[in-house]
């Protein structure tokens, strides 16, 4: 069965310092999705992508946050310059369609730590 | 704006009996709700979803959840649980229209099954 793919499965930073995360959705998967989840609390959205621009975003998503999709199968989210609060469970979800049925496939998760 | 309550942070059960993990929703019109199962060092893989049509719904592994209108809650349940069962499980709800696609998660639930 085709799964979405993240790596680094663990990531350590330094505050201030620039990180890319990287996922690989599913191969004929349009819609595209970064979720963050902080220690012990809710999965919380971060933005989605269709067709090469971002389609939402929530408040989470500043000026710190991009996402990009350089080429046909990676999906990157990089956080420019990292705060302690950023310290949390990075979820790439990709969905083949967004109508109706809207289950999303996720990945295993990057943790990304700033110290 | 739409919000998911699981109540319970985690849920104890021992092998063979049943199980029931929370979740209530409030959203704006009609709901998609949706369970979510996340095993460890793996993404969240979909479980079951309510879209319309008969509040029982039947999903993956033997799980089941009913939704209820009235009291705008989606359990999840199981007739005799499995020490494989053991995983967090996250709820999540989105508008059916008129709103965002984006679905919103629970905290999650930790359930343990016990020998």
């Known amino acids: 069965e085709p799964e979405v793919t993240q790596t680094p499965s663990h990531q350590v930073t330094q505050m201030g310092q620039e990180v890319i995360l990287r996922c690989v959705p599913i191969s004929n998967h349009l819609y595209f999705y970064w979720y963050r989840q902080i220690l012990g609390q809710k999965v919380e959205f971060l933005v989605s992508?269709?067709?090469?621009?971002?389609?939402?975003k929530s408040e989470i998503f500043d000026d710190q946050f991009s996402v990009e999709r350089p080429d046909g199968s990676n999906f990157t989210l990089k956080i420019r310059s990292t705060k302690l609060e950023d310290s949390a469970m990075y979820f790439c979800?990709?969905?083949?369609?967004?109508?109706?049925?809207?289950?999303?496939?996720f990945g295993p998760g990057t943790r990304l730590t700033v110290t | 704006a739409q919000s998911v309550a699981q109540p319970e942070d985690q849920v104890n059960v021992a092998e063979g009996n049943p199980l029931t993990v929370k979740c209530t929703y409030s959203v704006s019109g009609n709901p998609y709700l949706f369970w979510y199962v996340q095993y460890p060092n793996r993404g969240l893989q979909f479980l079951l979803k309510?879209?319309?049509?008969?509040?029982l719904v039947k999903g993956s592994y033997g799980f089941e959840a009913e939704f209820n209108k009235s009291q705008t809650s989606f359990h999840l349940k199981k007739p005799s649980a499995l020490v494989s069962d053991s995983a967090l499980y996250f709820c999540?709800?989105?508008?059916?229209?008129?709103?965002?696609?984006?679905?919103?998660f629970g905290r999650g639930t930790s359930l343990i099954v016990h020998p």
């Open positions: 992508f269709y067709n090469n621009e971002i389609s939402e």
């Open positions: 979800a990709s969905t083949r369609q967004l109508g109706e049925s809207g289950e999303q496939y």
């Open positions: 999540a709800v989105r508008v059916t229209s008129g709103g965002s696609y984006i679905p919103t």
């Open positions: 309510y879209i319309t049509g008969d509040n």
